[in-house]
């Protein structure tokens, strides 16, 4: 299995939670499973063709979705229509506010793609806490042992 995992990571707090993410894919994965890491300025369309299953780990800038990441969507979305419908996706979002904004902007990108929310986008809001960590390492090992056991 193959999967993409985009992160955006400005900061110390934001890596930890890309490599937390990491972590957790490859604890989860089998011996054949793939992950590719990207930041969304790296990315292009034809990465999603070279994914069974991706996780995007994002940012709210001023309550809405991160200049980096729409540009991304700006880049690829056209391309991305009807290409992977069904694709298992699940998002993080690190929130200095609310995080609501940014939540609907992605739902309505996966629905729109035809993606599959395989859980709503885990909002990590207020001030940096550790247990941060663990809700991402959950979702991390969420979507790969789902999709590499069929259930997504």
């Given at each position: ?148 056991a069929g259930i997504?």
């Open positions: 299995m193959r999967f993409l995992l985009i992160t955006q990571t400005p900061s110390p707090n934001t890596i930890a939670l890309s490599e937390a993410a990491l972590g957790a894919m490859r604890a989860h994965g089998q011996d054949k499973t793939h992950i590719t890491i990207k930041s969304p300025t790296e990315v292009i369309a034809d990465d999603l063709d070279n994914c069974d299953g991706l996780l995007l780990g994002t940012l709210e800038n001023i309550g809405a979705l991160s200049g980096l990441t729409k540009d991304m969507f700006d880049r690829c979305y056209n391309d991305w229509l009807g290409r992977k419908e069904g694709l298992p996706v699940a998002f993080y979002i690190r929130a200095g506010l609310d995080g609501t904004a940014t939540k609907r902007t992605l739902t309505a990108y996966a629905n729109a793609l035809s993606w599959r929310l395989i859980t709503p986008p885990i909002i990590l809001h207020g001030s940096y806490d550790d247990a941060f960590i663990a809700r991402v390492e959950e979702l991390g090992g969420m979507i790969v042992a789902g999709v590499e997504y």
